[in-house]
């Protein structure tokens, strides 16, 4: 299957774009972009140059992504989630030489109207919750919610609540998938069932 690409879109030449993927409409996708396969990017969606985003990621609508923010794969960003790029930007200073790297490790979900603060590293299977202002990096597999967001628990690969302690040790078994997971100190892993 090919790439479907609305007709109200703007995918500037030299963009890199996988197979099956949907870009829908008002979708501005820049030159330098590079987008994975099975990517879906929702009604109103901006890619900025210097992005990279991964196979199978979900972006839905009202989603700007700015320069130097990579997704890994399976990324899911919820509607009107926002990314920054600069600290401190002021109308009248420069500063397109002082954007920050984000990352978004695979299989994450930012949930609805979040924003997060760029420089940061959200961890793999981490789940943050809509509305949330994320201003430090997240754990993998960390749940947090709130402004400045914090971490109220731990979440598996399957986007069900595990139910851990924050820190200490133990071991849960997702009823969805039969994954195993393991608590050890302030960081969960999966293990092998």
């Known amino acids: 299957?090919?790439?479907?690409?609305?007709?109200?879109?703007?995918?500037?030449?030299?963009?890199t774009i996988g197979n099956e993927s949907y870009i829908w409409h008002f979708v501005h996708v820049c030159g330098k972009a590079k987008i994975g396969c099975n990517v879906s990017l929702g009604q109103n969606v901006f890619i900025a140059n210097q992005v990279v985003i991964g196979n199978g990621c979900k972006i839905q609508n009202n989603v700007?992504?700015?320069?130097?923010?990579?997704?890994e794969d399976g990324v899911f960003c919820g509607p009107?989630?926002?990314?920054?790029?600069?600290?401190?930007?002021?109308?009248?200073?420069?500063?397109k030489n002082e954007y920050s790297k984000t990352l978004v490790r695979t299989g994450a979900t930012l949930g609805a109207n979040c924003t997060i603060i760029c420089g940061v590293t959200i961890?793999?299977?981490?789940?943050?919750?809509?509305?949330s202002v994320v201003t430090a990096d997240v754990r993998d597999f960390a749940?947090?919610?709130?402004?400045?967001?914090?971490?109220?628990?731990?979440?598996?690969?399957?986007?069900?609540k595990i139910?851990?302690?924050?820190?200490?040790?133990?071991?849960?078994?997702?009823?969805?998938?039969?994954?195993n997971y393991l608590l050890s100190g302030q960081t969960v892993t999966k293990v092998d069932n």
Request: proline share 5%.
């Open 1 to 15: 299957m090919s790439t479907f690409i609305h007709e109200s879109a703007i995918v500037d030449e030299g963009a």
């Open 64 to 71: 700007s992504v700015y320069d130097n923010v990579t997704l």
């Open 80 to 95: 009107s989630m926002v990314f920054t790029n600069v600290i401190n930007p002021r109308a009248l200073v420069n500063r």
């Open 123 to 131: 961890g793999q299977h981490a789940f943050v919750g809509a509305g």
């Open 143 to 160: 749940l947090v919610l709130g402004s400045p967001a914090r971490q109220v628990g731990w979440m598996s690969a399957h986007g069900e």
């Open 163 to 179: 139910p851990l302690p924050l820190s200490g040790y133990g071991k849960y078994t997702c009823k969805h998938s039969n994954q």
